[in-house]
C-alpha cells in the first residue's frame, strides 16, 4: 500500500528550541523535537506537530449503534466504527488497553482516508460514522475531514469519548457530530487523579453542556467499579447534576465493571449494585436510565412517557422499534419523543 504522507496537526504552537505545546486538550503537553505527546498520537518533528493517526487506524468494523452505546439517536442502525492509537488519558481499568496504550506510530495500522471510510460505511449499509474504541479525539482533524465529508453524503456522526478536549479545538467539531456518547469514569476528581492519571471531570462536564447546549444528541456512560466510583452519594450527585445542567431525558446507562488490565484484582461488579443505581438515578428523576454488561439478556425499553406505551424493545443488541414513528413520535399517543430516528 502506498505511504501517506505526515498530517501536520493543528491546535499547537512552537516554543524555544524546536519545542512545540500542543493545545488539543487540557493537558497541554510542550513536547520536545522527535518526542510523542503524552497521547502518543501527535509527535513533534524537528520543531512541528504532527497527528500520527491521521488516515490510520486500528480498528474498524461495523456495530449495532447501541453497543456504543446510544439508544436514543437512530435506534436499530448500523454505524461503522474507527478506532486508532493512543489516548490522553490512561485508565487502569481500560477495556481497549491494547490500542488505546500504544503509540499511534505503530507499524501495524491500517490506512484509510476520509473517502474510504464513506465508501466503507456506504457498502456496509450503515446510517453513520462512529468515531470510538480508543480516544478519537486525540484524531481530532482527521474526524472533522471525514465529518464534513458524511455530512455531504447524508450520512451522521457518532462521537464517543472520555470528553477530554480545549475548548478552541471543541468548535470545530460542533458542527460536525450528530450524537455524542461520553464516557464519565466517576463523578469525584479523586478518581480521575488515581485511576485515570489525570483531573479531568471538570473538563468533561463542562464539555457536554457545551454539547447538549449546541442540540446534539447526548448520552452519558458511567462505568460502576466496586468501592471506586458506585456509592449512592455518588450515583445521586450524578444524576442530579445531568438533570440540573442538562435536561431530565437525557440517557444515562450505568455498566459492570469486569477486570482487565491494570485493575486485574478489583472483583466484577455485583449485578445488585447496577440495578440501585438505575433505582437512584431514576429516583432522582432520569427517566432514560439503562443498564449494560450485565450476566443475562439485559431488557433496556424505551417507553413513552406520554402514554406508557413501548418505543423501542432492546433484549441485548436485538432492538425492535414498536409504537415509535419515522418523525420520532409515539404512534400510540402522537406525543413527540426525545428520540431522534
Same mark, same amino acid.
Given at each position: 500500500?502506498?505511504?501517506?504522507?505526515?498530517?501536520?496537526?493543528?491546535?499547537?504552537?512552537?516554543?524555544?528550541?524546536?519545542?512545540? *505545546?500542543?493545545?488539543?486538550?487540557?493537558? %497541554?503537553? !510542550?513536547?520536545?523535537?522527535?518526542?510523542?505527546?503524552?497521547?502518543?498520537? $501527535? +509527535? =513533534?518533528?524537528?520543531?512541528?506537530?504532527?497527528?500520527?493517526?491521521?488516515?490510520?487506524?486500528?480498528?474498524?468494523?461495523?456495530?449495532?449503534?447501541?453497543?456504543?452505546?446510544?439508544?436514543?439517536?437512530?435506534?436499530?442502525?448500523?454505524?461503522?466504527?474507527?478506532?486508532?492509537?493512543?489516548?490522553?488519558?490512561?485508565?487502569?481499568?481500560?477495556?481497549?488497553?491494547?490500542?488505546? *496504550?500504544?503509540?499511534?506510530?505503530?507499524? %501495524?495500522? !491500517?490506512?484509510?482516508?476520509?473517502?474510504?471510510?464513506?465508501?466503507?460505511? $456506504? +457498502? =456496509?449499509?450503515?446510517?453513520?460514522?462512529?468515531?470510538?474504541?480508543?480516544?478519537?479525539?486525540?484524531?481530532?482533524?482527521?474526524?472533522?475531514?471525514?465529518?464534513?465529508?458524511?455530512?455531504?453524503?447524508?450520512?451522521?456522526?457518532?462521537?464517543?469519548?472520555?470528553?477530554?478536549?480545549?475548548?478552541?479545538?471543541?468548535?470545530?467539531?460542533?458542527?460536525?457530530?450528530?450524537?455524542?456518547?461520553?464516557?464519565?469514569?466517576?463523578? %469525584?476528581?479523586?478518581?480521575?487523579?488515581?485511576?485515570?492519571?489525570?483531573?479531568?471531570?471538570?473538563?468533561?462536564?463542562?464539555?457536554?453542556?457545551?454539547?447538549?447546549?449546541?442540540?446534539?444528541?447526548?448520552?452519558?456512560?458511567?462505568?460502576?467499579?466496586?468501592?471506586?466510583?458506585?456509592?449512592?452519594?455518588?450515583?445521586?450527585?450524578?444524576?442530579?447534576?445531568?438533570?440540573?445542567?442538562?435536561?431530565?431525558?437525557?440517557?444515562?446507562?450505568?455498566?459492570?465493571?469486569?477486570?482487565?488490565?491494570?485493575?486485574?484484582?478489583?472483583?466484577?461488579?455485583?449485578?445488585?449494585?447496577?440495578?440501585?443505581?438505575?433505582?437512584?438515578?431514576?429516583?432522582?428523576?432520569?427517566?432514560?436510565?439503562?443498564?449494560?454488561?450485565?450476566?443475562?439478556?439485559?431488557?433496556?425499553?424505551?417507553?413513552?412517557?406520554?402514554?406508557?406505551?413501548?418505543?423501542?424493545?432492546?433484549?441485548?443488541?436485538?432492538?425492535?422499534?414498536?409504537?415509535?414513528?419515522?418523525?420520532?413520535?409515539?404512534?400510540?399517543?402522537?406525543?413527540?419523543?426525545?428520540?431522534?430516528?
Amino acid at each position: 500500500m502506498v505511504q501517506l504522507a505526515l498530517f501536520e496537526a493543528e491546535f499547537y504552537e512552537k516554543r524555544d528550541g524546536k519545542k512545540v *505545546q500542543c493545545l488539543l486538550c487540557p493537558r %497541554n503537553c !510542550i513536547i520536545q523535537s522527535g518526542e510523542l505527546g503524552n497521547c502518543q498520537a $501527535r +509527535k =513533534n518533528i524537528d520543531g512541528k506537530l504532527y497527528a500520527l493517526g491521521y488516515n490510520r487506524f486500528t480498528s474498524v468494523h461495523a456495530d449495532p449503534i447501541e453497543k456504543k452505546p446510544i439508544y436514543h439517536y437512530k435506534p436499530g442502525s448500523s454505524t461503522m466504527s474507527f478506532g486508532t492509537a493512543g489516548c490522553n488519558l490512561h485508565c487502569a481499568h481500560c477495556q481497549n488497553w491494547s490500542i488505546s *496504550q500504544i503509540s499511534a506510530e505503530s507499524n %501495524n495500522l !491500517i490506512q484509510i482516508t476520509s473517502q474510504n471510510a464513506i465508501d466503507m460505511t $456506504r +457498502k =456496509n449499509k450503515c446510517d453513520t460514522i462512529a468515531y470510538t474504541y480508543n480516544e478519537p479525539l486525540i484524531n481530532l482533524e482527521w474526524i472533522r475531514d471525514t465529518g464534513k465529508l458524511a455530512h455531504e453524503n447524508n450520512i451522521g456522526n457518532v462521537l464517543v469519548s472520555n470528553g477530554m478536549i480545549n475548548e478552541k479545538p471543541l468548535e470545530e467539531l460542533l458542527p460536525i457530530i450528530d450524537a455524542v456518547n461520553f464516557d464519565i469514569k466517576a463523578f %469525584n476528581e479523586d478518581f480521575y487523579k488515581e485511576v485515570t492519571t489525570f483531573p479531568a471531570l471538570k473538563y468533561v462536564k463542562q464539555n457536554a453542556i457545551r454539547m447538549w447546549k449546541e442540540g446534539i444528541h447526548i448520552e452519558l456512560t458511567m462505568l460502576l467499579i466496586p468501592d471506586y466510583n458506585d456509592s449512592s452519594d455518588e450515583i445521586r450527585q450524578f444524576s442530579r447534576w445531568v438533570i440540573n445542567e442538562m435536561d431530565e431525558n437525557v440517557p444515562v446507562h450505568f455498566s459492570r465493571f469486569y477486570p482487565h488490565y491494570k485493575m486485574q484484582h478489583v472483583p466484577p461488579t455485583p449485578v445488585d449494585t447496577v440495578i440501585e443505581a438505575k433505582r437512584i438515578a431514576e429516583e432522582e428523576g432520569l427517566k432514560f436510565v439503562f443498564t449494560g454488561n450485565l450476566p443475562y439478556s439485559e431488557i433496556n425499553t424505551t417507553f413513552c412517557l406520554n402514554c406508557g406505551k413501548t418505543l423501542v424493545e432492546r433484549l441485548s443488541y436485538n432492538v425492535k422499534i414498536k409504537q415509535l414513528s419515522n418523525g420520532g413520535t409515539c404512534k400510540s399517543c402522537g406525543k413527540q419523543t426525545s428520540i431522534r430516528v
